[in-house]
DNA sequence: TGTATTTGGTTTCTTATTGCAACCTAATTC
DNA sequence: GAATTAGGTTGCAATAAGAAACCAAATACA
């Protein structure tokens, strides 16, 4: 039976879990943008299986999230490079980490701090157009007419 | 063979994705957040299998981000409701929501909008403390003597 | 009161995926 | 010229997923 890829159109979380949602792509994407770039960095750093690792790398790059770049003289040396979507998951890698330290208070080997000044980032939030964060009961889901979906979390 | 479980205190984002990282948890965790409660209402909403559900409904109870509470009188009424820990995915949720809808420009069937004023709610994005977003390339990442680890994206 | 249905599971069976290890070919290094 | 490295592929055993059947307690329905 194949697992069930959720296809559902209707829901835009599931069609990006579909792309980067099991267990091993976003650790690739999250080991890229440590700059890890060559398919014996990504295994060794992450100590997948080379078949499975083989698989990711090439479901990322038919997404669009990779691309493979032909870096040898006579080809058979690869680089898997974040593109601009793949970058822009920037987001969401950082928002797990910083979930994961709040709750789990897990210490991670390394800190985030904006190249420039030094200073570690902010944390990751859903805000209003004034840049105040706002949490699940501070927003409401609505339909295409603007109906709110009943709701109470 | 067991999968692996990711158990590296090093990566806070292999120890979030632990929790969280498999098929189905965050679609559960969405739909909770949309207000869904009881068992049969994840499944039918989700198209889930009733054992898949189970399992994923205990590891979240276990978790801490999901609690079970009994609301029957007599003890076979239970829902499921979000923690706190469970609310504060919120972010994570949304950034794949709105990188989806960049990247692969599904419409999904709902919006977001604050809820005091009805606007839809602003990009999730890594920011520094003056609320200006930071992008891959605008951090560094360093140990913990502060030393940057080298790294091209 | 008696029957049907709902709820929240568990069990069984089949299929898919994972992880490991072995192997393989072209290119590089020694 | 031999050994090693890079980037895979293949085969196998173990595990997880999905569908469907089953089940007991509680509720709804007539």
Chains 1, 2 share one sequence.
Not at 62 to 85: A, F, I, P, S, W
Not at 88 to 99: K, N, Y
């Amino acid at each position: 039976m194949t697992r069930k890829r959720f296809e559902n159109p209707g829901c835009s979380v599931a069609c990006a879990l579909n792309e980067v949602g099991d267990w091993w792509s976003l650790l690739v994407i999250k080991q890229a943008m440590l700059g890890t770039r060559r398919f014996v960095d990504f295994q060794h750093s992450l100590g997948i299986a080379k078949n499975i690792l083989c698989d990711r790398l090439s479901r990322l790059v038919e997404n669009g999230v990779l691309v493979r770049v032909d870096v040898g003289e006579h080809g058979t040396r690869y680089e898997y490079r974040l593109t601009d979507k793949g970058r822009d998951l920037f987001a969401v890698v950082v928002a797990l980490r910083q979930w994961n330290e709040r709750w789990n208070g897990s210490k991670d080997d390394m800190r985030l701090v904006e190249r420039g000044t030094g200073e570690p980032v902010g944390a990751v939030s859903v805000q209003n157009s004034a840049g105040e964060p706002l949490g699940v009961r501070d927003v409401l889901f609505v339909d295409e007419n603007g109906q709110p979906l009943d709701r109470a979390v």
